[in-house]
């Protein structure tokens, strides 16, 4: 489900350029509201899964680093996606695409994890 969540919420993001009616922002609001709440709140839970009790506070510190990086570094990058572009269609794209980047990637880390065991 964890997967999952994550990649509704950046296929989501990366509709968000078309959404031209406050109903379907609302809409928009509700879906990713929902499914990032989701997915952070089973973040730990996911990660306990995928790495074990032993490397779970690595593990954390890894994704709150992850995220700080994202957090400092993303809107700089967007406001120069917006600067290159004059629209804020790229930004939406590139986040959006960023998150279901990485739901692929915990697809794959979830498939090849039970194919080696």
Same mark, same amino acid.
């Given at each position: 489900?964890?997967?999952i969540t994550l990649l509704i919420t950046g296929l989501s993001t990366s509709l968000c *350029? $078309?959404?031209? /009616?406050?109903?379907l922002m609302m809409v928009y609001g509700v879906v990713y @509201? $929902?499914?990032? @709440?989701f997915t952070i709140s089973v973040t730990s839970v996911v990660l306990l899964d995928l790495m074990g009790l032993d490397c779970?506070?690595?593990a954390l510190g890894l994704? /709150?680093?992850s995220s700080g990086i994202g957090s400092v570094l993303g *809107? *700089?990058?967007a406001g120069l996606l917006y600067?290159?572009?004059g629209s804020y269609t790229a930004p939406f794209l590139a986040s959006g695409a960023s998150m279901s980047l990485a739901a692929i990637c915990v697809f794959l880390i /979830?498939?090849?994890s039970k194919t080696t065991t």
């Amino acid at each position: 489900m964890f997967k999952i969540t994550l990649l509704i919420t950046g296929l989501s993001t990366s509709l968000c *350029p $078309v959404l031209n /009616s406050l109903w379907l922002m609302m809409v928009y609001g509700v879906v990713y @509201g $929902v499914s990032s @709440g989701f997915t952070i709140s089973v973040t730990s839970v996911v990660l306990l899964d995928l790495m074990g009790l032993d490397c779970l506070t690595e593990a954390l510190g890894l994704i /709150s680093l992850s995220s700080g990086i994202g957090s400092v570094l993303g *809107p *700089p990058f967007a406001g120069l996606l917006y600067d290159t572009t004059g629209s804020y269609t790229a930004p939406f794209l590139a986040s959006g695409a960023s998150m279901s980047l990485a739901a692929i990637c915990v697809f794959l880390i /979830s498939y090849i994890s039970k194919t080696t065991t």
